[in-house]
């Protein structure tokens, strides 16, 4: 198992920024976190740590290369439940994420369906979500087989955040080789679910970890708040049982990569001071 960390690390500085810095706290490995169409003013002026989806994927891989650093996922967290418009992160945008991550020599795409913020995507019943889960991940689903990419679905809405909503879309897309998922430990538990117990029921298909703890102030939106983007305190200091999943993932054969989503230098590697800590019990980590 390898240990890396978000492309977000610092506010308002570069990609190549934020990479230099992860790889200078004694990190190998990182994703591409923040994209998007085309360009950006902060992309341009360097105070935003995003990658364009229409770059050339090599200079993206570049930054990595000197900064000293791999690539192991490209994040990919869509809006699946509202309906298609060009200010929505979906179908489009995830297709591109693929072709990127098939240059850069990446195998994992991560993505999910994400909170619906219109009122027609509230509306949908839950057969009509999972439609719309299968027709928008359709053609990305095609491309990643055609590329060798392995789509990860992620905790990080209503559908995604319990272990019958997952297998549900699972069913739907017609379960291929090519769909697995990304366990979240932080997002699992604030949806509702027993992070040990997604791990221990998905097993070897959980292929991507995220890393978080979440502290028991957030106890009272447990079930009522979809997914957060990092977390605050460092792994072991919160309510989320990190070495339950950790020996599940070990049950499962895992040996993949995972991305600590964790804010804050000291919290960064106070958390992985911690995952090494469990290595004695298990897994091999990098």
């Known amino acids: 198992m390898t240990i890396g960390c978000f492309a977000i690390f610092e506010p308002f500085s570069s990609l190549s920024h934020q990479l230099r810095r992860i790889a200078e706290l004694g990190f190998k490995h990182a994703d591409v976190t923040d994209n998007q169409d085309g360009s950006s003013l902060g992309l341009e002026y360097g105070f935003v740590a995003s990658a364009s989806l229409d770059a050339n994927p090599m200079d993206v891989r570049r930054l990595f290369r000197d900064a000293g650093l791999t690539p192991t996922s490209y994040c990919a967290h869509a809006n699946l439940l509202d309906p298609p418009a ?16 098939h240059v850069m020599g990446i195998r994992h795409v991560i993505t999910t369906e994400g909170d619906p913020k219109t009122d027609f995507g509230r509306s949908l019943s839950r057969a009509e979500k999972l439609f719309a889960i299968r027709e928008r991940l359709h053609e990305p689903l095609r491309l990643a087989a055609d590329l060798g990419i392995t789509l990860l679905l992620e905790p990080h809405g209503e559908l995604t955040d319990s272990i019958d909503g997952l297998e549900a879309i699972l069913e739907a897309c017609g379960s291929p080789e090519h769909l697995a998922i990304n366990l979240d430990t932080g997002n699992s538990w604030l949806g509702g679910a027993d992070p040990v117990a997604m791990t221990r029921h998905f097993g070897s298909r959980i292929e991507h970890v995220h890393w978080k703890d979440l502290p028991r102030e957030m106890e009272a939106q447990r079930g009522k708040l979809h997914g957060c983007g990092f977390a605050t305190i460092p792994l072991g200091c919160g309510v989320i049982d990190i070495p339950g999943v950790y020996r599940e993932l070990r049950r499962a054969g895992f040996k993949g990569h995972t991305t600590l989503e964790v804010a804050g230098q000291d919290n960064v590697l106070a958390s992985a001071r911690y995952l090494r800590r469990l290595n004695s019990r298990g897994i091999s980590i990098a």
């Open 86 to 101: 060009p200010w929505h992160y979906s179908t489009p945008q995830i297709l591109k994420a693929i072709l990127q991550a």
